[in-house]
């Protein structure tokens, strides 16, 4: 599956933005989708993830309640959802994609970037105050 980030860009502290993951080859909704981030100088870190159906997703805690992850089958699409934002979320973006049944029993695999085969080349958030 080939995999394109969009929706990022330039907003305020406070502002929101949602990112779409679209899947330009190959179905979507056969695969765990994940949201990762990379911020300048630092690892890429787990951000949210939906199952297949979409009936399970998972926030890292420090994004809860501001983040919100989902998907559009029928549209072959995952969105992050991104509110009240700050300057720390200020990163790349990278939706991933995993076949793995782990990911969705196990948040130790489901966070991992090992656990996700193919990867879109993300997209840009920058955060203003």
């Known amino acids: 599956v080939q995999l394109v980030e969009s929706g990022g860009g330039l907003v305020q502290t406070g502002g929101s933005l949602r990112l779409a993951c679209q899947a330009s080859?190959?179905?979507?909704?056969?695969?765990?989708v994940a949201w990762f981030r990379q911020a300048p100088g630092k690892e890429r870190e787990f951000v949210a993830s939906?199952?297949?159906?979409?009936?399970?997703?998972n926030v890292v805690d420090s994004l809860k309640g501001r983040f919100t992850i989902s998907r559009d089958n029928a549209k072959n699409m995952v969105y992050l959802q991104m509110n009240n934002l700050k300057d720390e979320n200020r990163a790349d973006y990278y939706c991933?994609?995993?076949?793995?049944?782990?990911?969705?029993?196990?948040?130790?695999?489901?966070?991992?970037?090992?656990?996700?085969?193919?990867w879109g080349r993300g997209t840009q958030v920058t955060v203003s105050s």
């Open positions: 939906i199952s297949k159906t979409g009936f399970n997703t």
């Open positions: 991933a994609t995993t076949r793995n049944r782990g990911a969705d029993l196990s948040w130790r695999i489901g966070t991992s970037t090992a656990t996700y085969g193919e």
């Open positions: 080859e190959g179905t979507l909704s056969t695969f765990f």
